[in-house]
C-alpha cells in the first residue's frame, strides 16, 4: 500500500487534534511544551494528566518507548512530537549519521502503527539546514517513510528562518524561539504567512528565571513573573497577528525544570525555564499557558515589584573606579606625566626616553595594564552574555560536555567572574609576550621586561574606552544590543592588530633585532597564535562545527 502524500499527511495532523470537550484544540494556534521524560513511570504519567488538565495536547520530547506513556497519551489525546536523538550538527556530520538516523526511525515504525500519539516525528534537531549539503540526509530519510506503509508527519527543528534550505523535504519545520525577541517573532509570524516554507510553528518558546534572584516581579528580569510576562507578550503576538496566525503550533519551553544536568535538552543548570520548578510547584508562567491552551483567560496582571536598578550598574560603577585609579596615578607620578605628552607629540623622544631606561614605571604600566584587561574583559562579558541568548549559543553549549557547560552556565550566572576570566587571560598574554619580546631583544639592543611591557601596554590606551562603552551597551534595547556590542568586539580586534603593529615598530626601532628573531616574535605572539589555532580547527577535523557557527552568527 502506497503511503499517503505530504497533503494526506497534513490532514491526518489536523485530524488528530479532536478530544474531550472544547479546549485548546479548537483555537487556530495550539500550544504544547517540550519535556524530558522522569525515571518514574508513575510521575511521567501524572506529568501527563497534569498537562492534559492544562489544556496541552502536544508534548516534544525524546522518543518515548514505554506503553504505558503511550496509552495514556492515546486516552488523553495528547501526541508526542518526537525528536530523534540526532543533533545538533553540522550538515557533513548529520549527512555522516543517516545510517544511525535510519535504524532510530526504523524503530518508530512499530510504535507508530500501535499508537497514534506516536506519529510525529522531528528527523533532526537544531542542525545546520541553511547548508543544502544536509539536505541529503533528510531526502534519504523521507525515501525510507515513503517505502513503508506507516503514516507519519516529520519535521525537524531550526535556528534558520530565510537562510533554511530543507523545508520542503519533511511536512514542517519547527523554529528555536528560545528567548527571542519580539521583532524575530515578527519576522517568523510573516514568514510563515507570505512564504512556501512550511513552517509549522515555534519549537522552543521561553526563557529562563533565576534561582538567585532576590527581587520579584515583571520590572526585574528572569523574575518568575518576568517569565510569566514574556510567556504572556509572545502569546499575544502570535495570537493577535493581523490576517489570523500562521503558525499552526507554539511549543513552550520547557514543562519542568530539569531533574539532571544533561537531560534531552542539554540547559544550563542555571537557567531554569520549567513552567514548574525542580520539585513541581507552579510558576506564574504555568498560569498563562494553561490560560492560552485552554482560551479561558489571555490577559494577566502580575506585581511590578520594585524599581529595578540599571542593568550592569556594577559595570558602571567599576568602569569609572578604574578610570579614577588610573587618573590618581598619573597625578601621582611625575614619570608618566611626562611620558604621555611625549607618546602623543614627540613619539621618538618618547623612544628614547623607554630605551634608556629613565621612564621604566613598573607600577604606573602594571595600572594600566589592570585597566586594560578590566576593559577587555568587560566587553567580553557583555558579548558572552547577549549570545547566550541566540540560537548560536544553544547550538556550540550542547557540544560541550555537560561538567563544561555547567562551567560555562555558572560564570554566566556570576559576571564579576567572567570579567575577572577575561582580564586574568589578557594579563597572562600580555605577560607572556613581554617575555618573549624582552628574550629576543638579546639579539639587539637588550630592552628589560619593564621596558617590553611599557611598548606593549601604552600602545593599547583606545582600549580604555570599553570601560565606559561596555556597561552603556548592556542598557540598550534587545534588538539594538547585539549589533553594537558585535561592532564594538570588530572594532577591539582591529585596535589589537593596530597596537600590535605599533609597539613591533617601536621595538625594532630601539632593539634592533634580526629579522629573524623579530619573526618569530611575532609568531609567538598570542593573538597570532590564537588565529593560528583556529584555523588548524577551522580546517581539520571541527571544520564543520566551525563553519556551523559561522553560519549561526550570519543567518541564524
Known amino acids: 500500500m502506497r503511503p499517503p502524500t505530504a497533503t494526506a499527511r497534513l490532514a491526518l495532523f489536523f485530524s488528530l487534534l479532536a478530544f474531550c470537550g472544547t479546549l485548546s484544540h479548537a483555537q487556530q494556534t495550539r500550544i504544547g511544551v517540550t519535556w524530558s521524560i522522569p525515571d518514574d513511570e508513575a510521575a511521567a504519567i501524572s506529568d501527563l494528566f497534569a498537562m492534559w ?36 550538527l553540522p550538515s557533513s556530520a548529520l549527512v555522516d549519521s543517516t545510517d544511525y538516523a535510519l535504524e532510530a526511525l526504523r524503530n518508530q515504525f512499530s510504535t507508530a502503527e500501535r499508537f497514534r500519539s506516536a506519529r510525529f516525528i522531528g528527523l533532526a534537531r537544531l542542525s545546520d539546514t541553511s547548508d543544502p549539503q544536509a539536505c541529503a540526509y533528510f531526502r534519504k530519510l523521507a525515501e525510507e517513510i515513503e517505502r513503508s506503509d506507516v503514516e507519519l508527519f516529520t519535521y525537524y527543528t531550526t535556528p534558520f528562518l530565510e537562510a533554511d534550505r530543507c523545508g520542503e523535504i519533511v511536512d514542517g519545520i519547527l523554529l528555536e524561539a528560545r528567548d527571542i525577541s519580539q521583532s524575530r517573532l515578527d519576522a517568523i509570524l510573516a514568514a510563515a504567512q507570505g512564504s512556501m516554507t512550511r513552517i509549522l510553528g515555534l519549537a522552543s518558546l521561553g526563557t529562563w528565571v533565576d534561582l538567585e534572584l532576590d527581587k520579584t516581579g515583571t520590572l526585574n528580569a528572569h523574575s518568575p513573573e518576568w517569565q510569566a510576562r514574556f510567556l504572556e507578550d509572545r502569546l499575544t503576538q502570535v495570537r493577535e497577528q493581523r490576517g489570523g496566525s500562521a503558525l499552526s503550533l507554539v511549543i513552550v519551553h520547557r514543562w519542568r525544570d530539569p531533574q539532571a544536568i544533561d537531560d534531552t535538552f542539554r540547559d544550563l543548570t542555571q537557567r531554569r525555564y520549567g513552567l514548574l520548578n525542580g520539585s513541581g510547584g507552579p510558576r506564574p508562567s504555568y498560569d498563562v499557558v494553561r490560560g492560552f491552551a485552554t482560551g479561558r483567560q489571555t490577559v494577566f496582571a502580575r506585581e511590578s515589584g520594585n524599581t529595578v536598578e540599571a542593568p550592569w550598574t556594577w559595570m558602571t560603577i567599576a568602569g569609572w ?59 567580553a562579558t557583555v558579548f558572552v552574555h547577549e549570545i547566550s541568548s541566540r540560537p548560536v549559543f544553544v547550538v556550540v553549549s550542547s557540544w560541550l560536555n555537560p561538567e563544561v557547560r555547567d562551567f560555562v552556565g555558572a560564570l554566566l550566572d556570576q559576571p564579576w567572574t567572567m570579567v575577572a576570566v577575561f582580564a586574568s587571560v589578557y594579563s597572562l598574554a600580555a605577560v607572556i609576550w613581554t617575555s618573549v619580546m624582552s628574550l629576543i631583544s638579546r639579539a639587539g639592543r637588550v630592552l628589560l621586561p619593564a621596558q617590553v611591557l611599557i611598548l606593549i601596554v601604552w600602545s593599547q590606551w583606545p582600549l580604555l574606552v570599553f570601560l565606559v562603552v561596555s556597561p552603556a551597551i548592556a542598557g540598550l534595547g534587545p534588538d539594538l544590543r547585539l549589533q553594537v556590542v558585535a561592532l564594538m568586539v570588530v572594532l577591539a580586534l582591529l585596535i589589537g592588530v593596530v597596537s600590535t603593529v605599533r609597539t613591533t615598530l617601536d621595538f625594532v626601532s630601539i632593539s634592533k633585532p634580526a629579522v629573524p628573531w623579530l619573526v618569530t616574535g611575532l609568531v609567538l605572539h598570542p593573538l597570532l597564535i590564537a588565529i593560528l589555532l583556529a584555523a588548524v580547527f577551522g580546517f581539520g577535523e571541527y571544520r564543520g562545527y566551525v563553519e556551523y557557527t559561522l553560519h549561526l552568527l550570519a543567518r541564524g
Open 321 to 379: 573606579l578604574a578610570l579614577a585609579l588610573l587618573g590618581m596615578v598619573y597625578a601621582s607620578s611625575p614619570q608618566m606625566r611626562n611620558t604621555i605628552p611625549r607618546y602623543f607629540r614627540a613619539h621618538g623622544f618618547y623612544r628614547e626616553a623607554v630605551a634608556s631606561g629613565r621612564e621604566s614605571m613598573p607600577a604606573e604600566t602594571v595600572a594600566t595594564l589592570a585597566c586594560v584587561s578590566i576593559a577587555v574583559g568587560m566587553l
Open 53 to 88: 488538565d492544562a489544556g496541552i495536547t502536544v508534548v516534544r520530547t525524546a522518543p518515548v518507548t514505554n506503553t504505558s506513556l503511550l496509552v495514556a497519551a492515546d486516552s488523553l489525546g495528547i501526541e508526542f512530537f518526537q525528536d530523534l536523538e540526532v543533533g545538533p
